[in-house]
DNA sequence: TGCCAGGCCCTCTTTAGGGCCTT
């Protein structure tokens, strides 16, 4: 597959629209099946973190305020993701505050989101749930740090991505799993994939 | 004063409602 940026947020709550600011970004580079090149900071926003943030995120008021300025690292992580098609867990929510710390700084997103989640309900349908977390418990993923954090998070997004493209080679005989092909099962019935999945590819078979 | 998201998905649905998931 070609290259793609797997990206999460950490922020002071859940809707740009009510104010909320982001307090750390991560996004990892995946490429033949592996991460080939990671990107994380702190960035201060000038805005309060709650009690209740601080203690999901373990990312303090103290530790914001010494951070670079928003603008300055969504300038450097949107030059670091360039034009690669992103992928995030819970897509809607990253792509919200994505898009609103990107207008910040004059700048717009150019490719579409791919979302584990939606692809991890359609794909590990039996997962007990598809919080990321439990995702990874039952994908036997590798651990890759403090949950909660961007960069273990964006990590461990990486490694449920690599193993969803595992069961969709397997399960629909695709040798290649594009950017665009995740676009399409996201979107498609639960019901009827197969056939789905099958009309997206004409009917070839590797 | 109290409250405040948004999109997806399932079902006891479709002229709706509620759970899941993200911080």
């Not at 290259?3 to 970004?25: H, K, N, Q």
């Not at 584990?116 to 039952?138: F, I, Q, T, V």
């Not at 005989?173 to 950017?179: A, L, N, T």
Request: with cysteine; charged share 25%; hydrophobic share 45%.
């Amino acid at each position: 597959m070609e290259t793609v940026a797997v990206i999460d947020f950490e922020t002071t709550g859940l809707s740009p629209a009510l104010g909320d600011r982001a307090t750390e970004i991560a996004a990892v580079l995946v490429q033949d099946g592996q991460i080939v090149d990671r990107y994380e900071s702190l960035m201060n926003a000038g805005v309060y973190v709650s009690p209740f943030i601080e203690s999901l995120t373990g990312i303090s008021n103290a530790m914001v305020r010494r951070a670079p300025p928003a603008a300055q690292v969504m300038e450097a992580v949107a030059d670091f993701v360039g034009d690669h098609p992103l992928v995030a867990h819970n897509a809607s929510f990253d792509c919200r505050f994505w898009d609103a710390e990107l207008q910040r700084i004059d700048r717009r997103r150019s490719r579409a989101f791919a979302c584990s989640m939606r692809l991890a309900r359609r794909l590990l349908p039996r997962a007990p749930s598809h919080k990321l977390g439990a995702l990874a418990e039952y994908a036997d993923l590798p651990a890759t740090g403090r949950h909660h954090r961007a960069l273990a998070d964006a990590e461990l997004s990486a490694h449920l991505l690599l193993h969803i493209e595992a069961v969709i080679r397997r399960r629909f005989r695709i040798r290649e799993v594009s950017h665009a092909l995740l676009c399409e099962i996201q979107c498609a019935p639960q019901r009827g994939l197969d056939r789905c999945v099958k009309n997206l590819r004409g009917g070839a078979e590797t």
